[in-house]
C-alpha cells in the first residue's frame, strides 16, 4: 500500500520536457503576442486619458460664432441635370452683365435699351434646304467631308452644336462668294500655311485620327444634313468662331447666335440676304485629296460694307433687255416680222407652264 500524499512518480515532473520543440515554439510566441497586447492596450488607455483633457481645455475658450442663414440660390441651366452640354456655361451667361455700366463714367454710359439693341443676336431666315445630288460618288465624297468638318470643328459638341456647323458649311456651298461643292467649301485655302477657311485643314489636325464613336456620330449627323435637314437657329450664317478667340471680322459681321463654344454671324448687306445663296449645287464633288487649294476665300470685312447685290462675287448682273429688230420690208410693200413663227408656236400647255422653274426660290 502507499502512503497518503504521495501520488504516481510521474506526477513530479515538469510537463514542458513532455512537449516537442514545435509545441514549445509555437507556445513562446503567444506568450510574447499576449504581452504585446497587453502593452497595447496599457498605452491606448493612457494616450486616451491624456488627450481628452487637452481637447477639452483647447475648445472651452472659444467663443460661440453665430452662422449666417443660408440663402436658396437657383441653379443656372448649366447646373440643372439634362440641360447641360459642352460649353453651356458660356451659353447661359448675360448678353450684357450689369456689372459692365458700373465702372463707366456717367455720361459715357449707354442707355440701356441701346445696349439690349446692340448685344440681341439677329438670326434672320434660314437656309433653303440641299440634298446631296450627282453620282453616287458625289454623294459619298460631299459626306466624307462633311463628316471631317463636323468632327474636327465639333467633335465634343452636343449634336446642336455639331448641326450648327453643317449648316454653316452648306450655307457657304448655297453662297455665290464660295465653291460650289461641299469638299471644295471645306478644304477651301488648305494647300495655305495660314489662311484656310477651316483652321483643322492647315494646323495638323488631320494627322489625328479620329475616334470611332466620333466619327459615326458625325457621320449622322452630316448625313441628315444632306439629306434636306435644315438647322434653323443658325439661318444664314457663314461665319464662326470659338468663344476663346475674338477674330478682327467680328464687329463687322451680325451675331445670329451662340450654340455651345462657338458664336455664329451671317453677313449684313447684301451679302447676307437670301439672293445671294443662289443654291446652284449639282454635284461634281472633288476627291478630298484633290480639294485642297491654295485659293483665298472672301474677305469677310469687305462684303459686309457691300450694299447692292451685283457687286456680291459670283452674281451675274442682269442681262439688258433685247432690241426689237427692225420689221423687214417687201418689194411688194408688205411688212413682216423679223423673226417669223410657225402657226401656234411660243404658246405653252397649262401644265407645263412652270417647268423649269424653282420650286422654292432660295
Excluded at 229 to 253: C, D, F, M, Q, R
Excluded at 333 to 352: D, F, I, K, M, Q
Aim: proline share 9%.
Amino acid at each position: 500500500m502507499c502512503a497518503g500524499g504521495i501520488g504516481p512518480r510521474w506526477q513530479g515532473v515538469d510537463q514542458s520536457a513532455r512537449l516537442t520543440p514545435h509545441q514549445l515554439l509555437a507556445q513562446r510566441r503567444r506568450e510574447r503576442a499576449s504581452r504585446r497586447w497587453l502593452l497595447v492596450r496599457k498605452l491606448g488607455a493612457l494616450a486616451a486619458v491624456l488627450a481628452v483633457p487637452a481637447i477639452a481645455a483647447e475648445t472651452a475658450f472659444e467663443p460661440a460664432i453665430e452662422q449666417a442663414p443660408a440663402r436658396q440660390v437657383e441653379p443656372m441651366g448649366f447646373e440643372t441635370p439634362g440641360e447641360s452640354f459642352p460649353g453651356s456655361a458660356f451659353y447661359y451667361l448675360e448678353d450684357a452683365p450689369q456689372v459692365a455700366t458700373a465702372f463707366l463714367p456717367q455720361d459715357t454710359a449707354e442707355p440701356e435699351a441701346q445696349t439690349a439693341a446692340f448685344t440681341q443676336p439677329q438670326v434672320g431666315p434660314a437656309a433653303a434646304a440641299m440634298v446631296a445630288m450627282g453620282s453616287g460618288s458625289d454623294i459619298a465624297r460631299a459626306q466624307e467631308c462633311l463628316t471631317t468638318a463636323i468632327y474636327y470643328e465639333a467633335a465634343s459638341e452636343s449634336d446642336a452644336g455639331q448641326r450648327a456647323v453643317a449648316q454653316v458649311v452648306l450655307n457657304r456651298v448655297a453662297h455665290s462668294a464660295w465653291p460650289d461643292t461641299v469638299c471644295g467649301v471645306v478644304y477651301q485655302g488648305s494647300a495655305r500655311s495660314t489662311g484656310c477657311q477651316f483652321s483643322f485643314t492647315c494646323d495638323g489636325s488631320l494627322a489625328r485620327r479620329p475616334s470611332r464613336g466620333g466619327w459615326e456620330r458625325a457621320g449622322r449627323i452630316a448625313r441628315a444634313a444632306l439629306a434636306g435637314t435644315v438647322y434653323e437657329p443658325v439661318g444664314l450664317s457663314t461665319h464662326y468662331h470659338t468663344l476663346a478667340v475674338h477674330p478682327y471680322w467680328a464687329p463687322s459681321l451680325t451675331r445670329t447666335t451662340v450654340i455651345g463654344a462657338h458664336v455664329f454671324y451671317r453677313w449684313p448687306g447684301a451679302a447676307g440676304e437670301r439672293a445671294a445663296f443662289a443654291f446652284a449645287y449639282d454635284g461634281g464633288e472633288p476627291a478630298p485629296a484633290r480639294a485642297a487649294s491654295r485659293a483665298e476665300g472672301p474677305d469677310p470685312v469687305a462684303l459686309a460694307h457691300v450694299d447692292r447685290l451685283a457687286e456680291v462675287p459670283g452674281i451675274e448682273a442682269a442681262p439688258a433687255p433685247a432690241a426689237t429688230p427692225a420689221p423687214i420690208a417687201t418689194p411688194t410693200g408688205a411688212v413682216v416680222p423679223a423673226e417669223p413663227r410657225l402657226p401656234a408656236s411660243g404658246s405653252v400647255r397649262s401644265e407645263y407652264a412652270n417647268a423649269g422653274r424653282w420650286i422654292e426660290r432660295p
